[in-house]
């Protein structure tokens, strides 16, 4: 379905969706970050999941890959929250808070000096 509304834009799959993501409407206290980190997340866990498989030669059952598919989706938001603190609290850890006037005992008064 997808890769014929694709065809249909003249673009590749990976075009249309990244202009359809773009386009969508972002509704208030969505944070569609976490939304398309989530969803990136739960392709990762099962391309990794089905790569394993199909380099062991071993073939995946279609209720294999139903429960691949839920797994991955009933963990996909609390991962891509983890993995977001993760990154914010790195970045605090590495870029601290600039320093105010008074804790570099600059004076603030122009008119001293």
């Known amino acids: 379905m997808l890769e014929e509304r694709a065809r249909g834009a003249g673009m590749r ?5 990244r202009e359809a993501l773009l386009a969508a409407p972002v509704e208030p206290g969505v ?3 976490a939304v398309a980190l989530a969803e990136v997340l739960a392709l990762r866990s099962l391309l990794l999941n089905l790569h394993f498989r199909a380099a062991k030669g071993e073939p995946v059952a279609e209720s294999e890959m139903r429960g691949l598919i839920e797994r991955a989706d009933e963990t996909k938001m609390q991962r ?6 993760s990154v914010r609290t790195a970045a605090r850890a590495t870029d601290p ?10 004076e603030t008064n122009p008119e001293e000096g």
């Open 31 to 33: 944070d569609s970050g």
């Open 80 to 85: 891509a929250r983890e993995r977001m603190e």
């Open 97 to 106: 808070e600039p320093e105010t006037a008074s804790e570099t005992g600059a």
């Open 13 to 17: 799959l990976a075009e249309w969706v």
